[in-house]
């Protein structure tokens, strides 16, 4: 299969050799194979008719937006009609222009929306892999609040201590009961003793 740009070499519209270039360029910098058909060009007579009479989209622009016959340029797949430059434009801007141009099978459409699919689900695994890490870091902030409150707790204790050392003091005091003091023994017994002698002796002398 031949990809065939059916164009105007002798125009005078300009926006018919803008598009022309434009059309060019871009299968150029895609590296896919055409064939440039020039209408005008002597012995194109029978091209230039297949292109008329089987293009579909008259390609009608600013200046001729209904022109009698199709503009160029025109797309064809050997003789396949594809489409005029407005449609090659858009498959271009969508990133279909390989199965615009037919080069591409009948199922690349159902392949492209598998791939869109299987990219959203990717998508959406990741969406699920930031979410998880971020529980992890709520719940860290939460436990991490708690052992803050609990040190400010501890906090606020130790300062009320500080602030009245009479409930320290008070929590280590214990009552002593008092010692009696110690009597000596023997002391009356021994002052009994002397003054009986000397009774005795104060006796004695009296006889005397």
């Given at each position: 299969?031949?990809?065939?740009?059916?164009?105007?070499?002798?125009?005078?519209?300009?926006?018919?050799?803008?598009?022309?270039?434009?059309?060019?360029?871009?299968?150029?910098?895609?590296?896919?194979?055409?064939?440039?058909?020039?209408?005008?060009?002597?012995?194109?007579?029978?091209?230039?008719?297949?292109?008329?009479?089987?293009?579909?989209?008259?390609?009608?622009?600013?200046?001729?937006?209904?022109?009698?016959?199709?503009?160029?340029p025109q797309i064809f797949n050997?003789?396949?009609?594809?489409?005029?430059?407005d449609a090659f434009d858009m498959?271009?801007?969508?990133?279909?222009?390989?199965?615009?141009?037919?080069?591409?099978?009948?199922?690349?459409?159902?392949?492209?929306?598998?791939?869109?699919?299987?990219?959203?689900?990717?998508?959406?695994?990741?969406?699920?892999?930031?979410?998880?890490?971020?529980?992890?870091?709520?719940?860290?902030?939460?436990?991490?609040?708690?052992?803050?409150?609990?040190?400010?707790?501890?906090?606020?204790?130790?300062?009320?201590?500080?602030?009245?050392?009479?409930?320290?003091?008070?929590?280590?005091?214990?009552?002593?009961?008092?010692?009696?003091?110690?009597?000596?023994?023997?002391?009356?017994?021994?002052?009994?003793?002397?003054?009986?002698?000397?009774?005795?002796?104060?006796?004695?002398?009296?006889?005397?």
């Amino acid at each position: 299969m031949v990809l065939k740009v059916y164009v105007s070499g002798m125009s005078g519209n300009k926006e018919v050799k803008k598009r022309q270039q434009r059309v060019l360029m871009i299968l150029d910098s895609k590296n896919i194979q055409y064939d440039t058909v020039d209408i005008t060009e002597p012995g194109k007579e029978g091209e230039k008719e297949l292109m008329q009479n089987k293009s579909t989209s008259n390609g009608g622009t600013v200046s001729d937006p209904e022109p009698r016959h199709p503009l160029p340029p025109q797309i064809f797949n050997d003789d396949e009609y594809c489409g005029d430059y407005d449609a090659f434009d858009m498959a271009n801007e969508i990133d279909t222009l390989e199965v615009f141009l037919k080069l591409a099978p009948a199922d690349t459409t159902a392949v492209s929306s598998a791939q869109i699919e299987l990219k959203q689900e990717n998508g959406v695994a990741k969406e699920e892999e930031k979410k998880a890490p971020a529980e992890g870091e709520t719940e860290a902030a939460a436990e991490a609040d708690a052992d803050a409150a609990g040190a400010a707790e501890e906090t606020d204790e130790a300062d009320k201590k500080k602030e009245n050392p009479e409930l320290k003091t008070a929590a280590k005091r214990t009552t002593v009961a008092p010692v009696p003091a110690r009597v000596p023994i023997g002391t009356g017994a021994g002052t009994s003793s002397t003054s009986a002698q000397l009774l005795d002796s104060e006796r004695e002398a009296a006889a005397q």
